[in-house]
T-cell receptor, first 113, second 116 residues
Framework: GNSVTQMEGPVTLSEEAFLTINCTYTATGYPSLFWYVQYPGEGLQLLLKATKADDKGSNKGFEATYRKETTSFHLEKGSVQVSDSAVYFCALTRGAAGNKLTFGGGTRVLVKP | GAVVSQHPSWVICKSGTSVKIECRSLDFQATTMFWYRQFPKQSLMLMATSNEGSKATYEQGVEKDKFLINHASLTLSTLTVTSAHPEDSSFYIC????????????FGPGTRLTVL
C-alpha cells in the first residue's frame, strides 16, 4: 500500500535559518505529492504540490521537488520566519488531491526570534 | 473561497453519551467529504469518505456503528460519535472536496472531543 515517511520533529530553528524537512514515499504508479501546513489552532492548508516527476512546487518561499528516482519530496525554505512555526505534513494521493490522501506523521517546526 | 467550518470547535461529554460534529462547506458545494482523526502529536488517520446522498465508505478498522456519518446535502456532513468512551477522545477533522477547479480537499479547523 501507499505510505509516507517524514522526519520526526520537533525542529527548532532561529529566524532566517535554512529549513529542510525530509519526506520519502512508497506508492505504486505515479502519485501526486503534497505538503500541508497546520498552524496552531487551525486546520490544514495546502502549501504546495507536484503532480509528476521533476515538478517543483513552490509557495510562500517554500519549495519541494518531486524526485521519482529517490521517491522523495523534501520541503525547503531558505530563510524561515517566526510565523513559519507550524506542523508540516507530507502527503500523497493517486490522482488529484481530491482522492484519498495518505499522510506522513507530521513535523513540528518551531522558529525562534 | 473554499472555506470549510466545523462545529463545535471543542466539546466535552460524559462517557456513554453521543456527540454530533458538523462539517460545512461555506462557499462551495462539496460532493465528497472526508472525516479524519488526529491523535496528539500524530498524523491524520482517514476514518471514512462520504458522498452526498449515499452511504459513507469506512476505512478498515473503523466501526461504522460507532461513528455515524451523514452527508445529507452538498454543504453539510455530520459525524456522530455514539456511546462515547474516553478512548474516543481525539481531534476530529473534516475535509470537503468540490468539483472543477475545487477538486481538492479543503480542511476544516477540527473539533476537539474530550470524553470524561
Amino acid at each position: 500500500g501507499n505510505s509516507v515517511t517524514q522526519m520526526e520533529g520537533p525542529v527548532t530553528l532561529s529566524e532566517e535559518a535554512f529549513l529542510t524537512i525530509n519526506c520519502t514515499y512508497t506508492a505504486t504508479g505515479y502519485p501526486s505529492l503534497f505538503w500541508y501546513v497546520q498552524y496552531p489552532g487551525e486546520g490544514l492548508q495546502l502549501l504546495l504540490k507536484a503532480t509528476k516527476a521533476d515538478d517543483k512546487g513552490s509557495n510562500k518561499g517554500f519549495e519541494a521537488t518531486y524526485r521519482k528516482e529517490t521517491t522523495s519530496f523534501h520541503l525547503e525554505k531558505g530563510s524561515v520566519q517566526v510565523s513559519d512555526s507550524a506542523v508540516y505534513f507530507c502527503a500523497l494521493t493517486r490522482g488529484a488531491a481530491g482522492n484519498k490522501l495518505t499522510f506522513g506523521g507530521g513535523t513540528r517546526v518551531l522558529v525562534k526570534p | 473561497g473554499a472555506v470549510v467550518s466545523q462545529h463545535p470547535s471543542w466539546v466535552i461529554c460524559k462517557s456513554g453519551t453521543s456527540v454530533k460534529i458538523e462539517c460545512r462547506s461555506l462557499d462551495f458545494q462539496a460532493t465528497t467529504m472526508f472525516w479524519y482523526r488526529q491523535f496528539p502529536k500524530q498524523s491524520l488517520m482517514l476514518m471514512a469518505t462520504s458522498n452526498e446522498g449515499s452511504k459513507a465508505t469506512y476505512e478498515q478498522g473503523v466501526e461504522k456503528d460507532k461513528f455515524l456519518i451523514n452527508h445529507a446535502s452538498l454543504t453539510l456532513s455530520t459525524l456522530t460519535v455514539t456511546s462515547a468512551h474516553p478512548e474516543d477522545s481525539s481531534f476530529y477533522i473534516c475535509s470537503a472536496r468540490g468539483t472543477g477547479a475545487l477538486h481538492e480537499q479543503f480542511f476544516g479547523p477540527g473539533t476537539r472531543l474530550t470524553v470524561l
